[in-house]
């Protein structure tokens, strides 16, 4: 029931553009994205619900196909302090709700060079 | 604000002791409680979660538990440490089922088993 996230890895020069997708074989209540730096806990990004709302920060972007239960993050001009390992969360609908908890995915590596 | 705390925040055991790991959260009421593991450069597996106190769900069978004696009070326990637990471990929050919630992780505790 692990997402599945693509790509691995994404090195980048400042100021390009990246995306990272998210995909799930289960239908999906919402989709979830974090950015992990190097020792450090998980910082939420977004949130996608099922029906179009969403809830994160004004520079980050995301998408969420409800009918192919994937999700993409879309980072545009790509800063130095983008860099980190990128996670998509999700949740698993069950009857129309869930128990509130996220199964992640394995991980997307981004590097931003000067 | 609703902070989340955990401590120890590094600890390092000889295989075969006990474990004792806590996670408190502070400014709200009854949050859903979240243990998660991170092996060294892998994803966040999802160990135990609470919807309230006195109930745990485990997602993982291992030599690992938790307890909530308390709202805000969430343990991650073992027995006897094998070399295999060795990982970050991360507490979460988030309120309520709702997948408009962001869930929100602790600082970390990094367990290293000898």
């Known amino acids: 029931q692990q997402p599945v996230q693509s790509p691995q890895a994404v090195i980048l020069r400042e100021g390009e553009d990246a995306v990272i997708n998210c995909s799930s074989s289960k239908a999906l209540y919402s989709v979830h994205w974090y950015r992990q730096k190097h020792g450090e806990a998980p910082v939420f990004l977004m949130i996608l619900l099922k029906g179009g709302e969403q809830k994160g920060h004004e520079k980050i972007s995301a998408s969420f196909n409800e009918k192919k239960q994937q999700s993409s993050l879309y980072l545009t001009a790509s800063q130095l302090s983008y860099s980190g390992t990128y996670f998509c969360g999700t949740e698993i609908e069950i009857g129309g709700t869930s128990y509130g908890k996220l199964t992640f995915g394995q991980g997307t590596i981004l590097t931003v060079h000067p | 604000s609703q902070t989340i705390h955990q401590w120890p925040a590094t600890l390092v055991q000889p295989v075969g002791s006990p474990l004792s790991l806590e996670c408190t959260v502070e400014g709200t009421s009854n949050p859903n409680l979240y243990w998660y593991r991170q092996a060294a450069g892998r994803g966040l597996q999802l160990l135990f979660y609470s919807v309230g106190i006195g109930q745990i769900s485990s997602e993982v069978p291992q030599n690992l538990s938790a307890s909530r004696p308390q709202d805000r009070q969430f343990i991650l326990s073992s027995k006897k440490l094998l070399l295999s637990d060795s990982g970050f471990y991360l507490c979460?929050?988030?309120?309520?089922?709702?997948?408009?919630?962001?869930?929100?992780f602790g600082p970390g505790t990094r367990l290293t088993v000898l």
């Open positions: 979460a929050w988030r309120l309520g089922t709702s997948g408009y919630n962001e869930q929100f």
